[in-house]
């Protein structure tokens, strides 16, 4: 039975590697982000014509709403207001760029269940999740931008959980469904897929996590230039990479103040747009020369 499984694993890896083969002759470590991405990645090869490429699409999930303020400033400003605004702004600049597609998990002061916003992915083509948020501390002093990525530990667990049928009808890429399709009851199999993708996710967090620091570092104060680990519910998908943005403190008279501010709502906003745009311009430059 351990024999059966590795050989399949090996085969598995052996498809995957042939399959980066045939997308481009030389592989390095740092193209492993285009299995997640191929499917788009083949799409722009294929079609000549720009207007015709498919989207890359992104859904931008600002925190908390309704009955959920999340944090609160010591003048009042609530982290829920600050969230969608930055959101909204981020979501036209994306819209302007041909690539790119943005889609809100809310577009007003609405409550909106874990569930709900991880809905999103089950049923739509999202590459990318950004979760938009306020940070706050005990200490008024604290301050500054930080990123969040999710944790093995939560990780694994979702991935055990998906393969105990407790979570059903998540949408995989179109090679990973056909692999599980055909190998139902292959529990090691699919386990060993998911931890591969799930790691490849971490590894485009990080990467991403770079590039939005660089463009944060020009504008507002970095509290760590690297992003943190944490079992949060809203990075848990286990088919989507998702990372979270805490865009200033809250509790911070300073930040406060400034994250009330439409220019600086538009400034973070517009930080996180040029990042993603260098992001993948730079992983994928062959298929993103026009992407201003
Ligand atoms: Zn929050």
């Given amino acids: 039975?351990?024999?059966?499984?590795?050989?399949?694993?090996?085969?598995?890896?052996?498809?995957?590697?042939?399959?980066?083969?045939?997308?481009?002759?030389?592989?390095?470590?740092?193209?492993?982000?285009?299995?997640?991405?191929?499917?788009?990645?083949?799409?722009?090869?294929?079609?000549?014509?720009?207007?015709?490429?498919?989207?890359?699409?992104?859904?931008?999930?600002?925190?908390?709403?309704?009955?959920?303020?999340?944090?609160?400033?010591?003048?009042?400003?609530?982290?829920?207001?600050?969230?969608?605004?930055?959101?909204?702004?981020?979501?036209?600049?994306?819209?302007?760029?041909?690539?790119?597609?943005?889609?809100?998990?809310?577009?007003?002061?609405?409550?909106?269940?874990?569930?709900?916003?991880?809905?999103?992915?089950?049923?739509?083509?999202?590459?990318?999740?950004?979760?938009?948020?306020v940070d706050s501390a005990q200490q008024s002093y604290v301050s500054g931008t930080s990123i969040w990525i999710v944790s093995n530990n939560r990780i694994h667990r979702e991935i055990n959980s998906f393969i105990n049928n407790k979570e059903e009808n998540i949408y995989f890429s179109k090679n990973i469904e056909n692999t599980f399709k055909s190998n139902q009851n292959d529990i090691y199999l699919k386990k060993t897929i998911l931890d591969l993708q799930c790691h490849c996710f971490q590894s485009i967090g990080t990467d991403l996590s770079k590039y939005i620091f660089q463009e944060f570092k020009k504008i507002v104060k970095v509290k760590k230039i690297q992003p943190n680990y944490a079992s949060l519910g809203i990075l848990s998908s286990i088919n989507t990479p998702s990372i979270l943005i805490e865009t200033g403190f809250i509790t911070n008279f300073e930040e406060e103040r400034k994250l009330k501010t439409i220019s600086y709502q538009k400034k973070v906003a517009n930080a996180i747009y040029i990042s993603l745009k260098n992001y993948f311009q730079n992983k994928y430059i062959s298929n993103f020369k026009n992407i201003d």
């Fill in 1 to 133: 039975m351990i024999f059966y499984c590795s050989f399949k694993w090996i085969i598995l890896a052996f498809l995957l590697i042939i399959s980066q083969i045939k997308f481009k002759k030389n592989i390095e470590k740092k193209n492993i982000n285009q299995i997640i991405f191929a499917k788009e990645i083949n799409h722009y090869q294929k079609k000549k014509n720009v207007n015709k490429q498919k989207k890359i699409v992104i859904l931008i999930d600002p925190g908390h709403g309704g009955q959920d303020p999340g944090s609160i400033g010591h003048k009042g400003l609530k982290e829920k207001e600050i969230t969608l605004k930055i959101a909204i702004k981020l979501k036209e600049l994306l819209d302007s760029n041909k690539f790119f597609q943005a889609v809100l998990t809310r577009n007003n002061d609405s409550y909106l269940s874990l569930k709900k916003r991880k809905n999103f992915l089950k049923n739509r083509e999202v590459s990318l999740l950004l979760s938009i948020h």
